[in-house]
């Protein structure tokens, strides 16, 4: 992973994407019951977040994303009627890049599952390394785990490498 991309990622680690830590301008976030209407209201979040921000050429990978990986929250992390919102869907913008990150109750690693392409599930997480930069997942002091997607913000380049924006990996 490239240094920028590791120096954007260091505020996940430390576990600074609570609501009360984000800049209104630069994060969002939203919290999410464990319930199966949470997914849309992810994408409806992603949505009016990207829109807000002026960054509606990421609408449709991030959108996708965020679905994803609330997903997948949901079905492996949660424990079945977990009262509350145990899952926090937080998106994060700097100058060239953005990330899309799900903090959720477990410390069980996500698994990439081998495709199996008549399956109806099982393919997430091939759709997020394929749709983003990077991803990744990082275990949080105390209990809990946020899994991320990096994307590069449209029109901004890597810098120092001369590639242009919106070029996919």
Do not use: I
Not at 152 to 157: A, E, H, K, N, S
């Amino acid at each position: 992973m490239r240094a920028e991309a590791a120096a954007v990622l260091e505020p996940l680690w430390q576990g600074v994407l609570a609501p009360e830590r984000l800049a209104a301008a630069n994060g969002a976030t939203c919290e999410l019951p464990a319930a199966p209407e949470s997914v849309r209201e992810a994408r409806r979040f992603t949505r009016t977040t990207l829109q807000r921000w002026d960054l509606t050429g990421l609408r449709d990978s991030v959108e996708l994303v965020a679905s994803e990986l609330v997903t997948n929250a949901l079905r492996y992390a949660v424990p079945a009627g977990a009262p509350g919102a145990p899952v926090r869907l937080s998106l994060v913008r700097w100058t060239s890049r953005m990330v899309c990150a799900v903090r959720d109750p477990s410390a069980v690693a996500p698994v990439t599952k081998d495709p199996d392409y008549v399956a109806e599930t099982g393919r997430g997480l091939h759709l997020v390394d394929s749709f983003s930069e990077n991803w990744g997942w990082h275990p949080l002091n105390g209990a809990g785990k946020v899994v991320w997607a990096l994307f590069l913000v449209p029109g901004m380049g890597v810098p120092g490498t001369g590639v242009p924006g919106g070029v996919p990996h």
